[in-house]
């Protein structure tokens, strides 16, 4: 069973090992206190912890756009990948989302990033807009 929660920072050496983060430890504790802030640049933003069986298998932010509008990003350990985590972790932070007066989720995942585009498709968040990046 997939829960949300926010971060402490006892979980920053799973963070750590978890992801390819270039921080110290004080840095990234530093920076789950500024998750738990619920803001980032005056408008809102939380960074949840994915839970499974006690264990955090990724991250998922909410972050305000407009007042209408938030952005959702999952992140998925690549050890617990296609496991459906982020699929119920998705549904988890929409719920919060409308909850909170938002009604509509806005993503921005790269056309090349079939997996998470998927995720999208089955969380019915995405109107299809597919675009290139151009360098």
Not at 11 to 29: R, T, V, Y
Not at 72 to 101: C, H, N, S, V
Request: hydrophobic residues 40%; proline residues 2%; aromatic residues 8%.
């Amino acid at each position: 069973m997939v829960s949300l929660r926010h971060f402490h920072h006892s979980d920053a050496a799973i963070l750590l090992e978890s992801q390819n983060i270039h921080m110290s430890m004080e840095e990234i504790q530093d920076m789950i206190s500024d998750w738990n802030r619920l803001s980032f640049h005056g408008k809102y933003f939380e960074m949840f912890a994915i839970i499974n069986d006690g264990k955090i298998v990724g991250t998922i932010s909410l972050k305000q756009l407009s007042d209408s509008v938030i952005s959702i990003g999952p992140e998925i350990f690549p050890a617990f990948r296609r496991q459906g985590f982020g699929k119920e972790a998705m549904r988890i932070a929409l719920d919060a989302a409308k909850r909170k007066g938002y009604r509509i989720a806005a993503q921005q995942v790269k056309s090349d990033n079939h997996p998470s585009i998927a995720l999208h498709e089955c969380s019915c968040t995405v109107r299809k807009q597919a675009t290139e990046n151009k360098r």
